[in-house]
């Protein structure tokens, strides 16, 4: 409340003049607790305490967004009379973590040691979750590596101490067949100067080799070419392919005999 005295020119006394100022208070805003999440967690901002709310750094009130960095959000509020107040929230951003897995291979009826590589984050992860593995293949749990006799592809996520979790990493575990040799079959002799062809029921590609030339020659197809009476042992050989490495062998005896074409 005011009192004023006005005087009034030529003498003629004064006037008192009384009025209310009414001051309003300030509306005192809460932008909400400051909080630590995960890069790329969805978060909203909400201010009380007011009518309209404005928010600094791109945020919208009551909008969700997904946060990237660490920021302090201030929002100015105003009230019905045009009062206003500021207050801050800071959102602190952790890093996710990432991981890779490797693509080992293994011979048949072996196994071979998959591993996931965990970088990034908190520096220190808890939890690993094998989320793909082939059908058939058991749950490995919460292990980084372990081993595994099956193809295919394995793909884990992990957790770090600051409970981010990172996006899923893959690899694919291959299985190589160990070489077959087969059984041989095909007739047994054949004379001098003249040929039998042997087969196998095993991979292709494998090679034919002779105890001894000087009895009987086999080329690259099976074909036996007696050369002097005698016996020999053919043996069909399929090589082993990496990581495989011992070779598949079948052996049979040919009799050559003396009898020759005139």
Request: aromatic share 6%; proline share 3%; hydrophobic share 25%.
């Amino acid at each position: 409340t005011f009192n004023y005295t006005i005087p009034l020119t030529g003498g003629c006394g004064s006037v008192n003049a009384t009025g209310t100022i009414t001051v309003n208070p300030n509306p005192t805003v809460n932008a909400g607790s400051d909080i630590t999440v995960c890069d790329g967690t969805s978060i909203t901002l909400v201010g009380t305490g007011a009518s309209t709310y404005s928010w600094d750094n791109g945020a919208v009130n009551g909008a969700s967004f997904n946060a990237s960095n660490t920021t302090t959000y201030t929002v100015t509020a105003t009230d019905g009379n045009g009062c206003t107040d500021t207050d801050a929230v800071t959102i602190t951003v952790n890093s996710l973590p990432s991981v890779s897995v490797n693509s080992p291979s293994s011979c048949s009826g072996s196994s071979a040691t998959v591993t996931a590589t965990a970088s990034g984050g908190s520096g220190t992860y808890s939890t690993y979750s094998w989320v793909t593995r082939p059908g058939g293949v058991s749950d490995p749990g919460n292990n980084a590596s372990f081993s595994s006799g099956t193809a295919g592809t394995y793909g884990v996520t992990v957790t770090d101490n600051n409970s981010c979790t990172s996006s899923e990493g893959q690899g694919t575990v291959t299985v190589q067949a160990q070489p077959n040799a087969g059984t041989i079959s095909g007739t047994n002799n054949t004379n001098i100067g003249q040929t039998t062809s042997l087969s196998s029921d095993g991979d292709n590609g494998g090679a034919w080799t002779s105890s001894n030339d000087g009895i009987a020659t086999v080329n690259s197809s099976g074909v036996v070419t007696g050369v002097s009476a005698g016996n020999v042992t053919i043996t069909y050989t399929v090589s082993a392919t990496s990581p495989c490495s011992t070779d598949a062998t079948d052996t049979y005896a040919v009799t050559v005999n003396s009898s020759t074409i005139s």
